[in-house]
């Protein structure tokens, strides 16, 4: 063999290395940016049940409280109010 085909023989042969070898960190770094993902929806997802829970514990809180206590909302509350101004003028 001549010198130039061995000197394109190793360069052709040292590219296809190069570009293996790139390939497979690449995947690896693909994988590992998908698991990542997958641990961040699953994240969520717990922390979305978790807002849940507390959600519904609010409101089984609060209806609780309504057995007990006679509680009014804002909006018959200010009607009231304005009843009463009405009335001293």
Do not use: P, W
């Not at 190793?10 to 390939?23: C, D, E, K, N, R």
């Not at 829970?53 to 109010?81: P, T």
């Amino acid at each position: 063999m001549s010198r130039a085909s061995k000197l394109t023989l190793a360069g052709t042969s040292l590219v296809a290395a190069g570009i293996v070898v790139f390939v497979h960190f690449a995947q690896t770094a693909e994988k590992a940016a998908m698991h990542a993902g997958v641990e961040r929806d699953v994240e969520q997802q717990r922390v979305k049940k978790e807002r849940i829970a507390d959600f519904q514990q609010q409101r089984e809180m609060e209806a609780e409280y309504r057995k007990i206590q006679n509680v009014s909302d804002g909006a018959s509350r200010k009607g009231v109010e304005e009843s009463k101004s009405l009335g001293k003028t």
